[in-house]
């Protein structure tokens, strides 16, 4: 075997040990703090994932203040991870993204990633369809890619050392009133992250062939 494969091999363990170690911890370490910086490099990496149209509509609003995580508190049922954990990220997902599609689409030619035309094609098709969606259709499309940010997310931290729980358990109207959410970003969940004190507890997963079919439906 070549250094190379060595090396490969090593990464895919590690990548395979961050995903088989995860686990929903809901009893942190209070005196733990995560920096800015810290946080900042989790959710940039968190924001390599894909989206539609590559409009990437996450946003996240950080709450790691005591006397606003005690503010939260009630909001998410009196779940204790949330005074507890170093911070909860709140995803939210921007149902105006399109008005950043010139932006990132010039950040594509930039790059060298695409022809200025073609990104001008890909602004007013994108801008021209994403803005005429129904509000049902739009709240599914950052549900779903609020989803795939969340998960890397958590994967993310989980290979810094850090533990998290997703939660869906909270009031989004009152969340919104508290925190100052407009209507242009819909909640998708609440992410305690910080250093667990106790391991989140092991569960099982039904057999693969329960849940999939090749081709066709069974």
């Not at 997902?93 to 689409?105: L, R, T």
């Amino acid at each position: 075997m070549t250094n190379s494969q060595t090396i490969d091999k090593l990464q895919s363990k590690m990548f395979l040990d961050v995903i088989k170690e995860r686990r929903s911890v809901r009893k942190y370490d209070s005196t733990v703090q995560i920096s800015n910086e810290e946080m900042t490099e989790i959710l940039e990496l968190a924001t390599l994932a894909p989206s539609s149209s590559n409009l990437q509509p996450w946003r996240f609003l950080v709450i790691d203040k005591p006397e606003l995580k005690q503010k939260l508190l009630p909001i998410a049922y009196n779940q204790k991870q949330v005074v507890e954990a170093s911070a909860v990220i709140v995803v939210l997902g921007d149902v105006k993204s399109y008005e950043k599609a010139e932006q990132i689409y010039g950040q594509a030619v930039e790059a060298g990633f695409m022809q200025e035309d073609t990104a001008k094609s890909f602004i007013e098709r994108n801008v021209a369809m994403y803005s005429s969606l129904s509000p049902e259709a739009a709240r599914q499309i950052v549900y779903t890619d609020g989803g795939l940010v969340s998960m890397q997310l958590m994967l993310i931290a989980r290979s810094k050392g850090y533990d998290t729980v997703p939660m869906g358990g909270y009031d989004p109207k009152k969340l919104a009133e508290t925190f100052g959410i407009s209507d242009q970003y819909v909640p998708v969940m609440l992410i305690a992250i910080g250093k667990a004190t106790e391991p989140g507890h092991p569960t099982t997963r039904l057999p693969i062939d329960d849940v999939v079919s090749f081709n066709k439906m069974l």
